[in-house]
């Protein structure tokens, strides 16, 4: 665990996530849906830090423009947790190192969230239970579930049944982020998404993947996207994750996905990170070398 000893920090990561294959296979009656999709984590995100309050404060530095502070899953992550504890309620500083896009299908506020709750439940010994927190962070985000255990999974429900998938081949992945901020909602109400995808078995999933149901609507509103999309595939298949508008190709080397990345125009903003099945915040938390 990264503590820095001069005034208890805690330091944890908060890992981008790609959606291998997103597939959607029902809408239920409260308008969300059914999905199965492959979550694998990467070894790229954002960072936070932590250290407990005299009092019941909340602070975080620096905020994130255009997310009030109320807003921010950060604090709502913390919130949630302060009303968990028995007896006077606790307080911390937050500090937060914001890599990923935002909505950029990395899962970058559920990834915020999750560390939240996991590293103020440890700092205010409230003793939850994974499961406790992941249903917690379920009423933040259908992704907080997967960043609280931490492990690669096909998932199932709207994100948040979970079946650990620990033996993914662990690539290198180049992702490209076209820089247009995708609506999650708006794409999920489009009357041309594809609802009604064949439910498969984990075994068909990890041995034939599949597609991302949401990149057909996703290329059609935001032709930025689609144009991304196409300037990777003459390089290495490519696909996006989540609702996007991040994308990514998976390479058998750090030096392969490097080589392709310094090909790309200028312009395009991409990173290059390694696929992993333990997400870093539980590296770190709870398996440290
Ligand atoms: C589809 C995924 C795949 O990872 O995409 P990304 O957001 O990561 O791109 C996620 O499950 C998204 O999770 P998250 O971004 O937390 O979505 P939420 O805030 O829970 O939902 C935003 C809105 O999308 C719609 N929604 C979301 C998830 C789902 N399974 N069905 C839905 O219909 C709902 O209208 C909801 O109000
Ligand atoms: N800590 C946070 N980091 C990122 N986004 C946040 C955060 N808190 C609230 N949000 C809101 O959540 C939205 C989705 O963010 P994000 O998780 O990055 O997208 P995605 O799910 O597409 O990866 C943002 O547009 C922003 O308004």
Known sequence: MTERNDDKWLTLPAPA???????????????????????????????????????????????????PFEDN???????LLQSRATGKTPGADIQLKKILPMGGGLGGGSSDAAT??????HLWQLNLSLDELADMGLALGADVPVFIRGEAAFAEGVGEVLTPVPELDEPWFLVVCPQVHVNTAKIFSHE??????????????????????????????YPEIGKALNLL?????????????????????????????????????????????????????????
């Open 17 to 67: 996530k790609l959606n291998l294959f997103l597939h959607i296979t029902g809408r239920r009656a409260d308008g969300y849906h059914n999905l199965q999709t492959l979550f694998q984590f990467l070894d790229y995100g954002d960072e936070l830090s932590f250290r407990v309050r005299d009092d019941s404060e909340l602070t975080l530095s620096p905020a994130i423009d255009d997310v």
């Open 116 to 121: 939240t709750l996991l590293a103020l439940n």
């Open 233 to 289: 595939n003459k390089f290495s298949f490519a696909k996006m994750t989540g609702t996007g508008a991040c994308i990514f190709s998976s390479f058998g080397s750090e030096t392969e996905a490097r080589q392709v990345s310094d090909q790309l125009p200028a312009e395009y903003v991409a990173f290059v990170a390694k696929g992993t099945n333990l997400s870093t915040t539980h590296k770190v938390l709870f398996r440290p070398s």
């Open 192 to 221: 041309g998404l594809t609802r009604d995808t064949e439910v498969i078995n984990i075994r068909t999933a990890l041995r034939q993947g599949g597609r991302n149901d949401c990149q057909q609507v996703v290329t059609m509103l």
């Open 73 to 79: 899953l950060i604090i709502k992550a913390a919130r």
